[in-house]
């Protein structure tokens, strides 16, 4: 069985890609925080010392036998940071993560749910819960009064709707909100067309260890009409996690399809904001033209460590009995150990 706390150091990338994420003016992201924006477009050439040159790092891959050179480089244009990697090695990296989906869509069904996530093409609004979103994230709190003497339910008229610049700061407020929304409330979170909405307790029960289980729903409307339903069950404040990962990664564009992923991860009680990260860097971390994205994997890794250092004792067994975590930790070490 894997033991989740030594992920952290296998996960980690090389110091190879980590020195080539270094800026101008000594500003440096930490191999611990998920990098911006839309740094690291993958390309298939080398650029060499070209102009706008930031850093650029030689690089040797030993591979069936064979040594590979080549220069991996960052360049700023415009004020965009492009990852330039010569073919062979990104081929050798791309035939690794191919190698990987293919393993997964061949097995179990969850197997088959994180393959589609890590293998979905559709862009994202977002490449991280840290970067900017166009138009904001818009949240909105809907209160309504409790039912009073007479079976009449009042409405109170009152509802937040706050504005956020990122996912990460918009799922901060919730967790919040979500703890003193009233039985009758809801909260909805809107990011481009799609829109979630959290709805209160749907049913409560009691197990035989008099742990209360709770049911709740989030529904995602989609700008085609589509409306899809997704119940969570569990401890209640577990519940409260899954229903806040899973209305945001919803509402960023991520598949339905990787509604259960999403789940089962929240409900071990991993930090939101990382598993949201989690879970957006893997959509589309192989692109359309069967190629790694750099920067997505790079926030994969970070976002797998990070939860892994945060969650608690009780978390990381959840953690380390969730198929779907272990499965997302072998592809991501399977991906990256080409660069090794």
Do not use: C, H
Not at 136 to 141: C, K, S
Request: glycine share 8%; no cysteine.
């Amino acid at each position: 069985m894997i033991k989740i706390k030594s992920l952290i150091l296998a996960l980690s990338l090389s110091p190879l890609l980590l020195s080539a994420w270094q800026l101008p003016n000594q500003a440096q992201l930490s191999p611990n925080t998920p990098s911006k924006g839309t740094a690291g477009s993958v390309s298939g050439n080398n650029s060499g010392a070209a102009s706008g040159t930031i850093f650029s790092v030689p690089v040797t891959l030993q591979t069936g036998g064979t040594t590979k050179f080549g220069n991996i480089t960052v360049t700023n244009s415009s004020g965009t940071l492009k990852i330039s990697v010569p073919p062979n090695i990104q081929n050798i990296l791309n035939t690794s993560a191919q190698r990987a989906v293919v393993t997964l869509r061949t097995g179990g069904l969850t197997q088959q749910q994180i393959a589609a996530l890590v293998g979905a093409v559709a862009p994202l609004i977002v490449n991280t819960t840290e970067a900017p979103v166009p138009g904001g994230i818009l949240v909105i709190v809907n209160r309504t009064q409790a039912l009073v003497p007479g079976g009449v339910s009042l409405s109170t008229g009152s509802s937040q709707r706050q504005s956020f610049a990122t996912i990460a700061a918009a799922i901060r407020y919730v967790r919040t909100i979500i703890t003193t929304l009233p039985v009758n409330g809801s909260i909805s979170v809107k990011i481009g067309g799609n829109t979630t909405v959290m709805y209160p307790i749907q049913a409560q029960s009691f197990n035989n260890s008099l742990i209360e289980t709770i049911k709740k729903v989030v529904t995602l409307k989609q700008p085609n009409g589509e409306t899809f339903n997704f119940e969570i069950v569990g401890p209640r404040n577990r519940v409260n996690n899954a229903d806040i990962i899973l209305a945001f990664v919803l509402a960023a564009g991520v598949d339905p399809s990787a509604a259960n992923t999403s789940i089962r991860l929240g409900l071990t009680g991993a930090d939101p904001i990382s598993t949201s990260d989690l879970i957006l860097s893997l959509n589309g971390l192989v692109t359309n033209q069967n190629a790694v994205n750099l920067t997505k994997l790079n926030q994969a890794i970070n976002a797998y460590n990070t939860i892994v250092d945060k969650a608690d004792t009780n978390s990381l067994k959840a953690l380390n009995n969730t198929t779907e975590f272990t499965n997302i930790g072998g592809l991501l070490r399977n991906t990256r150990a080409p660069l090794d």
